[in-house]
């Protein structure tokens, strides 16, 4: 397919599924475009589940992947744009863009690996969330829930985040070379303006080179019914460099360079009201730079050397100078600088009747930490430094026609140094096994049994210093690793032509128990507070999809229910997201080259957190939080017309009854309504 065809029949986002697709082209090329949709709505790639390139619904887990064209259908100026709906998955810490971070089933923060290109997205520093890039930028967004530890390492408890950036590939035609896309969008919301321009070239059909800058500027936002949160404007440009080289049909190496820079004043925890003691008001200059390298080589000939090679250095720089009160004077700083590999290679052979696909790997990542304030120690971000080495083996095996186990293990060493206190150094071993079978043409199952674990970050050993006016952090380095223990197991149903020719019919459900050991707690006490091992948890849930799809209509429905206990305490897991239902339907126009529909998302109660059945009515850190729904319509249109070929039009309403909200784990309301509308033209030649 080519690139403007992939454009015009990219598929749509539909609750976390890519599942619809809209016909555009002349006459004469109608029936190659319902082949290309057809194609289309076949299960998309992932990569990350397993490490080696699969359908997602030929893994051994629940995953969810939205590609580019979702992206940019759904206006997403934050990643909370792209997660939004997804079964188990939640975004947590208020509506400001940098200060949020991802939850997966009941498990946020460092408890869920990040990556960007491949490299490690470690930040770890309170309420100033984990994601600092413009999502135009991103090509595919992969979602791994569940314990992930053996391949991916220390961290993959809640799941597995992977992003990866566009490249010339996805804009250029078969025989152009060269061109441009630029883009404009607005949303009401917070008078934002955005403006993206690109260009992109094709050398002999061996280099290609993308280059992009993009700017947002924000002003103040607006809460449901009209409220204003203060201080929340910001202006935000990234620019973007990428080069794919293919010296054959067999080799591959890209090289990509990311920086982000945002310019704000905000209090210092994004997800507060400010005030003049605990929560100042700061200039914040937040600035990440990613470089990262990938080497492939891939040989249907050689099939025992598969080898893939990723480097990568992330740097992450945050400067915070205090407005109010302007006295005393306080200007802090934040840096971490994380740099790594990660290296593997897939062997495929057949021995006996049995195939097997055997990844054998290591990687290794380095953080070093710094933090100081008016130039001097600041230990509430404590300097200081630590690195994870692990090798893992995995063997996929095709027992029978559509029956594949997958065993894995993978052993890791970590440790932790700081100046002022001793450092620490340990070992963990995470074993999984998965197993799929296509028992039938329209019956799928799946299922996983793993250990996962998390070694404590550096500020969770290394904290000290105040943490509020009489109570001073204590540092604890004695801190164990969190570890999880989950059982899942799902089924996968599709069918075709169920009411009218063409039409398709998709189901995915999940259930998962999983049991949390040494879970890392900060303990708040009359004057001190230390992050300790102390609460063991259980965590099970449901999450579905379903989804049906015709030639002029499609809807979809997602679910998710999870509940978690404190085995400690008998009280209820704070982090757990509500229980929600998103639920999309809509139609499709393809001879005017358009798609529109109506969402809702529903919301239930959550009243299941710890304080709430205090015997003195003591509310819990995490409060409870009401139930809400929030609708909203969108559109996408292509439009048909030979002189416009190559535009390309998004627009719709969030939030479109402006419903005064909040997010479980958030302590702000959301948005209210939003009108987004967004332009772009993309020429090759």
């Known amino acids: 397919m080519t690139a403007s065809e992939s454009r015009s029949f990219r598929t749509l986002p539909f609750s976390g599924l890519a599942i619809a697709s809209v016909l555009l082209g002349t006459t004469a090329l109608q029936s190659a475009q319902a082949q290309q949709v057809a194609d289309m709505m076949l299960s998309p790639i992932t990569v990350t589940a397993t490490k080696t390139a699969h359908s997602a619904d030929e893994v051994p887990a629940n995953v969810t992947v939205i590609d580019s064209s979702d992206i940019e259908s759904r206006g997403a100026s934050k990643m909370e744009d792209i997660f ?78 992977s992003m990866e950036t566009k490249d010339a590939s996805d804009f250029l035609d078969s025989g152009e070379t060269v061109g441009f896309r630029t883009k404009y969008g607005y949303s009401s919301v917070q008078r934002e303006n955005y403006y993206s321009a690109g260009a992109f070239g094709r050398i002999q059909d061996k280099v290609d080179l993308v280059a992009n800058f993009s700017f947002r500027d924000s002003g103040t936002l607006q809460q449901g019914g009209g409220r204003e949160l203060d201080y ?76 893939t090679i990723r480097a990568y250095n992330n740097q992450l720089d945050v400067r915070e100078d205090r407005v109010i009160p302007a006295t005393p004077a306080r200007l802090d700083e934040s840096s971490l600088t994380t740099w790594g590999f990660d290296a ?37 971000f404590p300097s200081a430094g630590g690195e994870v080495t692990g090798y893992y083996l995995q063997d996929e095996i095709t027992l029978l026609p559509g029956l594949t186990v997958s ?9 932790r140094e700081s100046s002022a206190i001793p450092d620490f150094e340990e070992s963990a071993v995470s074993p999984k096994i998965g197993a799929t079978w296509q028992a039938l043409n329209w019956l799928g199952f799946y299922g996983s049994y793993g250990k996962a674990f998390r070694a404590p970050s550096m500020t969770e050993a ?101 509940r978690g206990e404190n085995n400690n305490t008998n009280r209820p897991v704070d982090s757990i997201p509500a229980d929600k239902v998103m639920a999309t339907i809509g139609g499709k126009l393809p001879e005017y080259g358009l798609r529109f529909g109506y969402k809702a998302e529903l919301v239930a109660e959550q009243n299941r957190v710890s304080g709430t059945n205090n015997a003195a009515g003591v509310e819990a850190t995490v409060v409870r939080t009401n139930g809400y729904t929030v609708h909203g319509v969108f559109m996408t249109w292509f439009p048909m017309q030979d002189w416009l070929d190559g535009f390309r039009v998004d627009a719709g309403v969030e939030n479109m009854f402006d419903k005064t909200y909040r997010r479980h784990l958030s302590n702000l309301y959301e948005e209210g309504r939003d009108y987004r509308i967004s332009v772009s033209y993309t020429k090759g030649f």
Do not use: C
């Open 84 to 161: 939004r709906g997804m079964p188990g998955v939640e975004m947590q810490g208020g509506p400001r863009r940098t200060g949020q971070d991802i939850n997966i089933r009941g498990f946020g923060g460092q408890r869920v690996v990040t990556t960007l290109d491949g490299a490690r997205q470690n930040f770890d520093a309170g309420h100033k969330g984990r994601f600092f890039l413009d999502p135009e930028l991103l090509r595919q967004v992969e979602v791994v829930r569940g314990s992930n530890s053996a391949l991916h390492g220390s961290g993959a408890i809640g799941g597995v985040v």
């Open 232 to 307: 929340s404007a910001a202006d935000m440009h990234d620019t973007f460099f990428k080069a794919t080289i293919r010296p054959d049909e067999f080799n591959k190496l890209s090289a990509s360079l990311i920086k982000f820079n945002e310019d704000t004043q905000a209090p210092t925890n994004l997800d507060a009201v400010p005030t003049a003691t605990s929560n100042p008001v700061v200039n914040r200059y937040t600035t990440m730079t990613t470089w990262a390298g990938t080497y492939a080589y891939a040989n249907p000939d050689v099939p025992l050397i598969n080898p």
């Open 344 to 380: 593997y290679n897939t062997s495929r052979f057949v021995m006996g009747s049995v195939n097997h696909a055997v990844t054998v790997g290591t990687d290794y990542f380095n953080d070093d930490q710094l933090g100081l304030r008016n130039g001097g120690v600041r230990s509430t």
């Open 407 to 415: 065993p894995a293990v993978r052993y890791d060493t970590y440790k």
């Open 462 to 562: 290394f904290v000290a210093g105040q943490h509020f006016f009489g109570n001073n952090f204590v540092s604890n380095p004695n801190l164990r690793p969190e570890k999880t223990l989950t059982t899942e197991g799902g089924v996968r149903l599709k069918f075709d032509n169920v009411a009218m020719a063409g039409d398709k019919l998709r189901l995915n459900t999940t259930y998962f128990h999983t049991k949390a050991d040494d879970l890392i707690e900060l303990i708040v006490g009359a004057t001190t507070s230390t992050y300790t091992n102390i609460n063991d948890a259980t965590i099970q849930g449901v999450e579905s999809e379903l989804m049906y799809d015709t030639n002029r209509a499609f809807t979809s429905i997602g679910l998710s229910r999870i």
